[in-house]
C-alpha cells in the first residue's frame, strides 16, 4: 500500500508542467492567432469598391469590382487603367481606412 500511495503524487507531478505549458500554449499563441484572423476576416468581408488596398503580393491598387470571391483591382497610376482580378484573400491590407471618410469631408467643404 506504501507504494501506491507514492506514485500518485509523483504522477500529478509529472503532469502538472504539461498542462501548465498547454495553458501558456493557447494564451500566447492560439488566441492571439485567432483574434488576428477574426480581424482579417473582417478586413476582407468589409472590403469596398473605391477602397485602395495592398497585396501579399506588395502591389498596390484600387478595387473597381467586387465578386462573390475575387476584386478586380486598378494596379495603373491615375487617370490609366491596368486591371487585375485577384483572390480576396490576397488582399493585405486597406490603405487610408481612418481616412477615407475624412477625405470626402473635405471635398464636400472646399466645393
Avoid at 472590403?47 to 498596390?60: A, D
Avoid at 465578386?67 to 488582399?91: P, S, T
Avoid at 481612418?98 to 473635405?106: A, L, P, S, W
Wanted: hydrophobic share 40%; net charge positive; no cysteine.
Amino acid at each position: 500500500m506504501e507504494g501506491q500511495a507514492g506514485q500518485a503524487p509523483s504522477l500529478l507531478g509529472a503532469l502538472l508542467p504539461f498542462v501548465v505549458l498547454m495553458v501558456l500554449f493557447y494564451f500566447m499563441l492560439i488566441r492571439p492567432q485567432k483574434k488576428q484572423q477574426q480581424q482579417r476576416d473582417a478586413m476582407i468581408a468589409g472590403l469596398r469598391k473605391g477602397n485602395r488596398v495592398t497585396t501579399i503580393g506588395g502591389i498596390y491598387g484600387e478595387i473597381i469590382d467586387i465578386k462573390d470571391d475575387a476584386v478586380l483591382l486598378n494596379i495603373a497610376g491615375q487617370g490609366e487603367r491596368l486591371v487585375v482580378r485577384l483572390a480576396k484573400w490576397g488582399v493585405q491590407d486597406v490603405l487610408g481606412k481612418d481616412n477615407v471618410g475624412k477625405e470626402k469631408e473635405t471635398d464636400e467643404k472646399t466645393s
